[in-house]
């Protein structure tokens, strides 16, 4: 018999009268995503929600088009496109309540712009700059988060936090697929189940971590089953769907808030754009299985769902567009505006304190600076 088969052989058997903390049954998401639309549920669905959806995944797709050109412009250093993830992306700034807080990743700018927060200052951090371009706690998002799965921890003690002052506060944080690989997803998980702090995960699923796909990952039955590890509901839903992604955060989000702790929620969607600007997808994925995804486009869905009930009209889908250009229009023009900089900020935010030869790295910027100013006489001096 070898060693696995002895393993395998080993039943410990448990202490008397032991009991599971927590059944897991009610923890486990279904076997398939769930769905709204194209089912009997599109018909409970509220007709004005699904419009204004609906609108700002039209605005949502031009915004990612426009910054996707930006990069080729030399406007943007870089852009994470979230084509075909806008239905997640959407339903995640809609659900919460103002004073909420979004905890997005470097590919959500598009939810921190349907929460509110302005175009352009939504892509400075992505433009080169050295701040995150907005302020967090005028629209509650905090700032984009380049680094995997960081925000995770940090919405978690934010809403510990809130809960341990009074504050009837749920935070929202966004991940990717690739960052449930990451050690910061498991610790934020795992703290938020044992202190049942009012926080929503949303694992966006769009298949690939840059170019390494979910199966290489994990071997889980899906992302979503990974919640029951930590004592906490998953629920698997289809990511393309604006309307079931919505029913489903909402819930999630109303159930934190009335105290039931977290909840993991997997959104299974598609990156039809690379990685980002510099990456060449077509080396990992073939066109074929892009095809398949685009023919689940989450704004034709909708659009489908929307015209057959005679909820929206020709009308209505010119104007989502006209409005969507305009948008595109206004960010293109504010975009090729360059920036005021001011050099000396290097040393504003380094220490509360400046160090001794931080001020003498000051001084000398500064006299160069003013020498430079002078011109050619200034300079000789």
Not at 14 to 20: L, N, R, Y
Not at 270 to 291: C, F, L, P, S
Request: glycine letters at 8%; one cysteine or more; proline letters at 7%.
């Amino acid at each position: 018999m070898t060693v696995m088969e002895q393993r395998g052989a080993y039943r410990p058997t448990p202490p008397p009268a032991w009991q599971p903390r927590t059944d897991p049954a009610p923890l486990l998401p279904d076997a398939l995503p769930y769905r709204v639309l194209g089912t009997e549920a599109a018909a409970k669905a509220d007709p004005e929600l699904l419009r204004r959806l609906y609108a700002q995944l039209v605005r949502g797709r031009r915004y990612n088009a426009q910054a996707t050109a930006l990069t080729k412009q030399g406007r943007l250093a870089v852009y994470p496109s979230s084509t075909g993830q806008e239905a997640c992306q959407v339903a995640a700034a809609f659900v919460l309540e103002e004073r909420d807080w979004l905890f997005p990743s470097y590919r959500d700018t598009l939810a921190a712009v349907a929460r509110g927060v302005d175009p352009v200052e939504a892509l400075t951090l992505l433009r080169g700059d050295w701040h995150t371009g907005y302020d967090p706690y005028e629209h509650r998002v905090a700032p984009l988060s380049t680094p995997l799965a960081t925000q995770l921890p940090h919405a978690v003690g934010l809403a510990h936090a809130a809960r341990l002052k009074g504050d009837d506060v749920v935070a929202l944080a966004m991940v990717g697929d690739g960052g449930t690989s990451e050690g910061d997803f498991h610790e934020a998980m795992n703290f938020a189940a044992v202190w049942q702090a009012p926080v929503v995960f949303l694992v966006q699923n769009n298949g690939f971590a840059i170019s390494v796909p979910l199966a290489k990952q994990t071997a889980a039955p899906s992302l979503a089953h990974k919640a029951v590890g930590y004592g906490m509901p998953g629920r698997l839903v289809d990511g393309n769907d604006a309307a079931a992604v919505h029913e489903v955060l909402g819930e999630a989000v109303r159930h934190a808030r009335a105290g039931g702790g977290p909840t993991l929620v997997e959104a299974v969607t598609y990156r039809i754009d690379a990685h980002t600007n510099a990456d060449d997808a077509t080396r990992y994925r073939g066109d074929a299985e892009v095809e398949s995804w685009q023919a689940h486009d989450p704004i034709a869905l909708l659009e489908r769902e929307l015209t057959q009930r005679g909820l929206l009209e020709e009308d209505g889908i010119r104007s989502a567009r006209e409005d969507a250009e305009a948008m595109a229009a206004d960010l293109r023009a504010r975009m090729n505006q360059d920036p005021a900089l001011d050099p000396m900020d290097l040393f504003t935010h380094v220490y509360a304190q400046p160090t001794t030869q931080l001020l003498e790295q000051q001084a000398q910027l500064r006299a160069e600076l003013d020498a430079e100013a002078a011109g050619p006489e200034g300079a000789g001096r």
